[in-house]
């Protein structure tokens, strides 16, 4: 008996020893294990970092704050919402230390909570407003804060609560809608934070943004004065924080200013605006202007490779840089603008993506989020701004068992410019041809950069080739490149992705009788332009598209963008038409997929609807998956497979998207339906 006991234990220890996980490359399912970091806040002290951690959608997808240790020991989680919360966000430490802010959502409202350092639970800020019919006060819904620079006020822009008299008739059923007449104003509030009593800032309203002067005695407060579908309007006011009554409309300010911060020893402040060339909606430069003589000065209006992206606006405490966030091909890093000569200087921080860029007050340390194809973003913190920072000890994102493939460069030549992209093979490329995914990005103003992608890493795992092009039109080559598809999308971009699929069937073990092209939003738009435009393709994937910029133009959220790739249609019916996949369905033959949220407004589900119909009466193979609750930004998310609040959208819409190119490759086309 002794020796079979014995026996079982040996057995028993040898099954309970830790087996090493397998290496392999994310599955559909896996994907519902991802979760991710972002927005890091350095702490005054520099000892420790607030970060705003997602949980897996296997998890609910919820963000929560997370408190990382810049000395290498453990990290904790701060927050924990429960029920109907959507989670934690956008923290900021209080300049003394004591206390972390940040905002929460709970029933469709947001408001802004503090949580102290010391111990105990966070407390919500009451912040409410009598409204002018005389309802009782009710609380308003935060959007966004800003912390004076000595601690004492917090600057609130927050939406008004909803008239009793419209939820009474809601209740009722009178619930028409008054269009453009029923909008919710953006008020301002200042919160003294030794009594967390608020006062708000009379006359001013439509609030996008404010900044606060380095001595904290007075905000810079950017208002919008018409509908933003007709056009920029931002206006620029001087607040006084002691006397909020206290206002001053500035002179000369762009319309199209976007952010703005003070500079440390003059009345002059540093802003994004739109590029004075002629270029997209949403194209930046960098400019400081002076308020006393309202000279406007434009820093990057000769800047050639490069774009600027305006989520970082940093000013050294001597006024002679700034920090701005710009993209050089497929890269992203911070570049340093000298404020006078102009002069500027991309930085190095050892990986090709960098964002989430933050400074402590002092310039002692900066944090940011890097990645790599290989590596998912995680946060780091450097000393110095010539040398890469060190990965803080936080939550791995990604499990340690998964495989990430490596990105590969490519470029190719077409009409005047040189075109950028990037191939990830799968390791079957070693020994024989394999297919190939073409994705193309959303925009037209975006771009793909060499980061880490989930769904690049599960297209890889199905043994198929991916292919990520930058065409004419996309951001981080200069704003000729970005205006070069002005009144000709689908043309110039469409032949330019299609010469580099050339340049890599010459030159990589691709198999070009397997092709597939994916794309979601711009990316499913130039899906319906190639639809109609080649048979090149065995199976195209197409997500929220704009199919037909007449419709597209008059449902959408906003059209102010859209105006200058096409003009208005009706008078440019010539323009918009050309423009419009719809345009060359009767030449259609590829099957296609669409993906489309049903709740989305940048491009509504009727440019999925439109081009179902034209494809089914034209004999098309085509499919249609729609998604409830799901907007633009949300199925853009599921479809790339970052995490979800969604439990199972993004897992269907990326096997629906896997089955049909796997059949379209095997040649088993599912017919229409009778």
């Known amino acids: 008996m002794r020796s079979s006991l014995y026996g079982a234990v040996i057995l028993l220890a040898v099954s309970a020893a830790p087996l090493v996980a397998e290496q392999h490359f994310p599955s559909n399912d896996d994907l519902r294990n991802l979760t991710s970091i972002s927005t890091p806040q350095l702490s005054p002290d520099l000892k420790s970092v607030v970060a705003v951690m997602q949980d897996s959608t296997a998890q609910g997808g919820k963000t929560h704050l997370w408190l990382l240790h810049t000395d290498g020991t453990p990290y904790r989680q701060l927050t924990f919402s429960q029920g109907e919360s959507m989670g934690e966000r956008l923290p900021e430490y209080l300049p003394d230390n004591s206390a972390i802010l940040f905002l929460s959502r709970n029933s469709g409202k947001s408001t ?39 601690g004492s006020t917090v600057a609130v822009i927050a939406a008004d609560p909803e008239p009793a008299a419209r939820t009474r008739d809601n209740k009722d059923k009178k619930d028409v809608v008054w269009v453009e007449h029923q909008d919710l104003k953006h008020h301002l509030y200042l919160l003294d934070t030794k009594t967390w009593k608020p006062t708000e800032v009379p006359t001013l309203t439509d609030i996008d943004a404010v900044a606060w002067a380095p001595q904290s005695d007075k905000l810079l407060v950017l208002t919008h004065t018409r509908l933003r579908d007709l056009g920029p309007s931002t206006t620029g006011w001087i607040v006084t924080a002691s006397n909020p009554s206290e206002q001053k409309r500035i002179d000369g300010l762009p319309e199209t200013t976007r952010r703005a911060v003070w500079l440390h020893h003059s009345d002059r402040i540093a802003l ?36 600027l992206q305006n989520d970082t606006l940093i000013v050294d405490n001597s006024d002679r840089t700034a920090l701005i966030g710009a993209t050089r091909g497929m890269k992203r890093t911070i570049a340093q603008v000298d404020l006078e000569t102009a002069k500027t200087k991309l930085l190095d921080f050892g990986l090709p993506v960098i964002s989430n860029f933050r400074q402590d007050k002092q310039e002692k340390a900066w944090v940011y ?16 701004l010539d040398q890469p920072g060190k ?140 639809e109609g435009k080649t048979t090149r393709f065995k ?91 799901e907007d633009h930004a949300a199925l853009g998310g599921n479809f790339s497979g970052m995490p979800s609040t969604e439990p199972w959208h993004g897992i269907i819409a990326r096997d629906h998207m896997l089955h049909f190119i796997s059949d379209a490759f095997a040649g088993k086309v599912e017919p229409n339906k009778p």
């Open 112 to 150: 802004l909570s503090r949580l102290p350092l010391d111990g105990g639970e966070a407390v919500q800020t009451k912040l409410e407003r009598v409204p002018a019919t005389g309802d009782p006060a009710a609380a308003v819904d935060v959007v966004s804060f800003s912390i004076s620079p000595d």
């Open 272 to 307: 994004f605006a739109q590029c004075k060339k002629d270029a997209p909606e949403g194209c930046t430069d960098l400019f400081t202007f002076d308020i006393t003589g309202a000279k406007l000065h434009n820093l990057t209006e000769n800047a050639t490779d490069i774009t």
């Open 539 to 629: 199976a195209i994937v197409s997500g929220a598209p704009v199919i037909d910029q007449f419709s597209e133009y008059g449902t959408e959220s906003d059209s102010y963008g859209d105006r200058w790739f096409t003009g208005e249609p009706w008078r440019h019916f010539e323009s918009a038409w050309r423009q419009s996949p719809l345009a060359y369905a009767q030449h259609a033959k590829t099957p296609f997929l669409l993906l489309q949220g049903q709740t989305d407004t940048t491009d509504p589900d009727g440019q999925s609807k439109e081009m179902y119909r034209a494809l089914r009466q034209e004999g098309v193979p085509v499919q249609m998956i729609l998604f409830p609750r």
């Open 369 to 384: 989020t890097g990645s790599a194809s290989t590596s998912a973003p995680a946060v780091y913190m450097t000393i110095a």
């Open 391 to 530: 990965r803080l000890t936080q939550p791995d994102t990604t499990p340690s068992d998964w495989k990430a493939v490596a990105s590969k460069y490519v470029s190719w030549k077409r009409a005047g410019f040189t075109i950028e992209g990037l191939l990830y093979l799968p390791p079957q490329a070693t020994t024989a041809h394999v297919p190939l995914i073409v994705n193309v990005h959303g925009g037209p103003t975006g771009q793909f950069v060499d980061t880490y992608s989930p769904l690049t890493n599960l297209l890889v795992g199905q043994g198929w080739a991916v292919f990520v092009t930058n065409p004419r039109g996309s951001t981080g080559q200069g704003i000729a490149f970005e205006a070069a598809n002005k009144d000709d999308m689908g043309n110039g971009d469409y032949l330019d992705i299609m010469a580099g699929i050339d340049e890599v069937l010459r030159t990589e073990p691709l198999d070009g009788d397997r092709m597939a092209l994916i794309g979601y939003s711009y990316g499913g738009e130039m899906a319906g332009f190639v």
